[in-house]
């Protein structure tokens, strides 16, 4: 539903992403910087969760999809999806057919009656035009929509050319494969936290979105760099990409919060995988998975035992 999209995937980004810079507060800003070490196995970098007679086993997954021509090896997930009881998801926002009505209003929110390059001080402007211009694509495709959705807008054209990859699908597909069951993370409503998202927007917050996403477009030469250092288990490249639009989600209102509930919701699912013998796989947002307060913290507070990829494993 394409014309759901400008405000729906200001939610999904959080979801996924989840960063904001100062002053506004940041939960996956600050790092345990002890995690960040380079693993023994090949491809990707993985944690081990334990408990008795029980293990799950954690991919860090990247910051965003991989560019065209980044490809990753898939024999150690292929490998410990064998036998799986579960693969493990992460939490997302959800909108039902009843939600129509609703996510139509507030899309009618992130449109202008004033052309958006007329409401752009110059400065910004000029920066806008210059990327669209780039892009090869005419001022009339975002005259009519907000500075926030006309940077999520641009966002996307910028990585519209060729095929990105999606790792997350890759495992899904081997895990079907295996005939491993997929357990879906917590699902939240993405009506109220829309409403309550858009009700804060001010000229000056969407101003600041549009500007971190032109921040992200001029800044793309990091995304490769970041998505192959994921590809190969250096963690410390792949937290080296580009941030600056998931600094305009944390300005949303709720942000904060809805990002320590996901993090407390996915440490749950993977606690109650470990109470049934044998081992299971998650996927976790690799800064969700590092942070101060992140899933690997939360679940070392419950007594759990938890090693990282540069120890050895099977």
């Given at each position: ?151 999520l807008m641009l966002m996307g054209d910028s990585r519209a050319k060729g095929r990105w990859g999606h790792p997350d699908n890759d495992v899904r597909r081997l895990a079907k494969k295996a005939k491993v069951p997929l357990r879906s993370g917590a699902r939240y409503d993405a009506v109220p936290f829309l409403r309550k998202a858009l009700a804060g927007l001010t000229p000056a917050i969407q101003q600041q979105c549009l500007e971190s996403a032109l921040d992200d477009i001029d800044d793309a030469g ?93």
């Amino acid at each position: 539903m394409k014309f759901l999209r400008s405000a729906v995937v200001a939610a999904c980004l959080f979801l996924t992403l989840g960063a904001a810079a100062p002053p506004v507060e940041d939960p996956e800003g600050t790092l345990v910087e002890a995690l960040v070490v380079a693993p023994r196995t090949p491809g990707p970098a993985w944690w081990k969760v334990s408990d008795g007679d029980t293990t799950v086993w954690i991919l860090a997954m990247p910051e965003g999809g991989l560019p065209p021509g980044v490809a990753w090896d898939q024999s150690v997930v292929a490998r410990r999806l064998k036998g799986a009881n579960s693969l493990i998801q992460g939490a997302s926002m959800t909108a039902g057919v009843r939600d129509i009505p609703a996510l139509l209003k507030l899309r009618g929110q992130l449109r202008s009656k004033t052309p958006l390059e007329a409401s752009l001080p110059p400065a910004l402007r000029d920066r806008f035009v210059a990327d669209r211009t780039r892009l090869g694509k005419p001022a009339k495709r975002y005259a009519e929509w907000s500075p926030l959705a006309a940077g999520l807008m641009l966002m996307g054209d910028s990585r519209a050319k060729g095929r990105w990859g999606h790792p997350d699908n890759d495992v899904r597909r081997l895990a079907k494969k295996a005939k491993v069951p997929l357990r879906s993370g917590a699902r939240y409503d993405a009506v109220p936290f829309l409403r309550k998202a858009l009700a804060g927007l001010t000229p000056a917050i969407q101003q600041q979105c549009l500007e971190s996403a032109l921040d992200d477009i001029d800044d793309a030469g990091r995304v490769r760099p970041a998505a192959q250092g994921w590809a190969r288990g250096d963690v410390r490249s792949a937290l080296s990409g580009p941030r600056a639009f998931e600094r305009c989600v944390l300005l949303l209102s709720g942000g904060g919060d809805i990002w320590r509930r996901a993090s407390r919701d996915q440490t749950q699912d993977i606690a109650e995988a470990l109470k049934k013998p044998g081992h299971s796989v998650a996927l976790v947002g690799l800064r969700r998975l590092l942070a101060q307060d992140g899933v690997l913290a939360q679940l070392r507070a419950r007594g759990l035992t938890v090693t990282g990829p540069g120890d050895a494993a099977p």
